[in-house]
């Protein structure tokens, strides 16, 4: 759900229930609005613009979060579809975040490029994650060498470490996210060299070689 707030744009869907903006569009396309209010996550009053951006206001909207079916019977707001995608992919990165994947650095770099509309092809902490099927860890006897194996979903296994220079420092939980890290930022610099090839328009790796 995307938490409303004053200045906010949406689209407005004034339907059969008001003759005055509908007759302006009807039900083929929404009209620009700014929040005005806000009441609650889903109920809001905002200034509704007509085509020759003529301002009307309207209290207590409904405003639409996706749940359950489109509204029929009233007339409601709803956020753009650009506005759900930037929320759908934070959501995303933030469920990574969680899981002790995506850095929250990381997370938010991400957040910040999607917003500012880079939607070139590019590798994404979500498709780095999505290659990670299997993840061992091994601690070197009578040291402070965490080793983290990330078996790919092609086979492939990428290796990361750590080590405590100290050993009075040593966390296995820490030693253990580093090694992570480091595996896990190795699969950055292969996955672009894969993009590239693809972009480039090269042909796949010949393995007679």
């Known amino acids: 759900m ?9 689209w407005f869907w004034p339907g059969e229930h008001d003759p005055e903006l509908s007759s302006y569009c009807g039900r083929t396309q ?19 613009f007509d085509p020759n951006g003529g301002s009307h206001g309207r209290t207590s909207v409904r405003l639409w979060q996706g749940d359950g079916n489109r509204p029929t019977n009233e007339l409601y ?13 934070n959501d995303a990165l933030e469920a990574q975040v969680k899981r002790g994947h995506t850095s929250g650095d990381e997370a938010k770099l991400d957040a910040e490029i999607v917003a500012k509309g880079l939607t070139a092809p ?6 780095i994650d999505s ?14 060498v965490t080793i983290c194996a990330l078996t790919l979903r092609n086979g ?6 750590s080590a405590c220079a100290s050993p ?15 595996a896990r930022n190795k699969l950055w610099e292969l996955e ?13 790796f010949n393995t007679a070689f």
């Open 2 to 10: 995307i938490k409303p707030s004053i200045g906010r744009v949406v």
């Open 30 to 48: 929404p009209l620009a609005a700014i929040v005005s209010y806000v009441w609650s996550d889903t109920l809001i009053n905002i200034a509704v």
């Open 77 to 89: 707001a709803e956020w753009m579809p650009y506005q759900k995608a930037v929320a759908a992919k």
């Open 122 to 127: 590019r590798v994404t902490p979500l498709s």
């Open 131 to 144: 290659l990670i099927v299997n993840t061992t860890y091994t601690l070197l006897a009578g040291t402070t």
């Open 156 to 161: 492939f296994i990428s290796i990361g470490h």
């Open 168 to 182: 009075e420092n040593f966390d296995p939980e820490i030693g253990r996210n580093i090694a992570f890290d480091n």
């Open 192 to 204: 672009g060299y894969t993009l590239m090839n693809a972009l480039s328009g090269r042909a796949p």
